[in-house]
């Protein structure tokens, strides 16, 4: 069954979704996205639904990056549409190994085929039915990730506003830390630098998943980004901008001392 | 003394469907029977007429009384109506059509209103025999209705124009309102009560040495008001078109049962000698503070900014003087006339005080008046001590349903989003001052998508607790996952403890188009379920309202 | 194995007036789903999209913020979902594991139109369960 290729390969958002695509091109433009795959909405439907062939397709397609993973949400009619479906993608970051794969994929299929989905799709006016395709990556075991609008979102200034946290970037994605905030102007001037209160940090269990752990107290109100990481991510912002356009909403992290990249989708109306 | 013991005994009943909610700014008090016989339709009217001028979603607003206690509640307009209101308000935001409703007031409404005081005010009760005083009662019921309705009626090209810049540079800003407003100072002279009238006053004043002289004697004020009237001359004239102009008014509130200027003397007097002392000159001040602010908005807004601030500081005057023209006056008027009754009823033995006919309801004051029938004189003394005792503390902030939710401004036409935006910003910071007389705790965190949502706290641990959950409830957590998603057509706002502005709950907030306001580290620790709380998402602020 | 058992399906007073192979066709269109513990499977007030037959473990409906009954193997909910695109009026959540086969009414829906029987027996029930209702 077609339905899988590595992320550098990921042409069709019809197939794939935009996020798979988008992370696909990034990879093509030379952006330092870890590498993965792309499963295609039809193969997770036939995961979904119990399919056997296609759960020992996934299986065998992931084998080779390992475990742990991460496996994210690439809806078919996300980005384009008007609305940033934040929160409508699920991002699984506990799949111990690709034989895990089965039982995530369902779980994405039915957050995007939910109750609070559905409404979600009527609310902005889109009244298809949902296809939903997967991007799975090897997770990383970052020191230090977060978020970053390439512009502001709540004043729609032109500057970078960058949220970050020790470990995962769920925690800032999640909400679950107040982050470090910082402004960087386009020109690489570094605007604001307020410490956030970063009690946890998100980390990966050896074997597979992920838990909370507590911050020692004096890394908890601690800037965790230094200047040369501010320009480091100042640098993406403008490589992402120049390939995508502007009002990006960039998802990073530090890993091993080197900047990666884990998503780049437009911000959306309301989200600017 | 309040009747503390028998307000337990007190039930309050919503008065008729839907969501009532009480308006402690403007009615503070329990309200008079007259009143609550005549406030209903000419509010209702005056409403209607503002929402149908501005191409509102409001078809107008109801108000109720229980137990005196004032309760409005929102009519919405007709599901079939809806296109065209669509229609006028985006031809009112684009035309700036609250100009014309200004130049209505200023050149046919505000000076016919004044002619119709003077003409109500040139009857003097007291000469008028018992079946002319009831003619004249209903001349000024039917007046002070009217006045009522044309109030309401200018509510929104007072608040529009000024909600609109509040949202504007609230965006582009972190200016609080409250500073912002105060950029609209200089601009409403009416506020402190002057008038040509008054200016004509100052002048005659400061040429008449006898009258100043009077002015600072320190006698009874009642004496020195007499004194300055019947002064020679330019100064006798400029008071007594002062005292016509300003008289009648009600000192505060709206209703009969509260004092006109000319029942308070100390208060007239202390106003013309702070008018004489020298005016305020805040004219630079104000200057200053624009340009400071000006200098804080993104360079790419500030033309927008000046054209903003033009429209507000246009149509700010219009806050006070819609009710100093309108129903104010006119209220004052019906007082006397009451008053004039009530001496008659008082003499023939009919009630103990004058006062006491102030609550008797309109039909009954004029069959005491016209044949002594009518309630007992023990009943309206009774009336009035209720009235007058009654702890307000005891009025529930809102009856009947759970408030609805705010509307989904991002499936409207943008020109109607801006402008249900700037009259629910307006409305919350003109008229929420009242506030300050209950006990505030105010959180502070990040402000994460605009607007305020004044509703219940709910406090939810995790998705075991959804089901508490109830459609206008305010979310209070520590963070929120895709799985509260599922809650989220419900919630009026979001409020979390932990979190940034890029964060999950942020981003819903600002996708679903309600108030939020993150990372404010304690708030599940601070707020008590299920407590009214007001959400201020330009302000980062949430602050508990009871 | 795909779908639903068409024994577990054929108690589903809805598709009481269907016969075996329009079951199975039915049957077909529905996905396994598991609820962790504790986690609310529908919302009251929430817009509804799937229709659920629970196959193990336990729920516990709650109307207007109280307890109404328990569900369990072979009970289903949100039937309404599937015809009717309205809010749900219950709020279900999971007091065990609970595991369920659930269908979309987008996934039904095209089913029930191309099929006129399926759909006039579906209107029969509905009907039914209706006078039921405002007989109890």
Redesign the interface.
Known sequence: MKGTVPLVKAHETALYGSKAVGLGQAIRDGLPVPPGFALSGAIVEAVAAGNDRAIKQVAKTARPLGGPLAVRSSAVDEDGAEASFAGQHLTLLNVPSSEHLGAALSEIWWSANSDSAISYRQRVGLFTRPSVGVVVQALLDPESAGVMFTRNPINGADERMIEASWGLGEAVVAGQVIPDSYRIHRSGEVLQRTPGFKKIAIRTLPEGGTFEQEVPPELVEQLCLDDGQLAELNGLADRCEQIYGPARDIEWAFADGKLHLLQCRAVTRSGS | MTNADTVAELRFEPPAPGYWERDPVHFPRPMTRYWQEVHPAAFARGTGDFARFYGMLMGSLASAYVHGFGYRSMVPVADEEVPARFERATEVMQGKLWREQLRDWDERVKPESIRAHQAVQSVDPAVLSDQELVEYLTRCRDHHAAMIAQHMRYTASAVVPTGDFLAHVGDWTDVPPAELLGLMRGTAPVSAGASAELERLIAALEADARARELLASGDDPAQVLTELRALDGEAGEAVSGYLDLVGYRLLDGFDISEPYALAMPDALVRAIQIAVAGRDLEGADVEAAVADIRGKVPEQHRAEFDELLGEARLTYRLRDERGVFSDIWASGLMRRAVLEGGRRVAERGLIHEPVHLIDAGFDEMCSLVADGSGPSADELAARATERTTRDPKAAPRSLGDPPPPPPDASGLPPDVARLMRATGIALGHLFGSSEAEHDEEVLRGLAASPGIYEGPARLIAGPSEFDRIVTGDVLVTQSTTEAFNILLPLLGAIVTDSGGLLSHSAIVAREYGIPGVVGTREATGRIGDGVRVRVDGDAGEVTVVE | ???APVDALQRVPLFADLNQREVKQIARLF???TFPA???V?????????FYVIESGEATV?VA?KEYSTLGPGDYFGEIALID?GA?LA?I?ATSELGCY?V?F?DFRPLVESNGVIGWKLLQSLARMYREARAG
Do not use: L
């Open positions: 194995m795909t779908g996905k396994q789903r504790g986690e609310t529908v919302q009251e007030g929430s817009g509804g999209a799937a709650f913020g695109e749900r709020t959540t659930g979309t987008w």
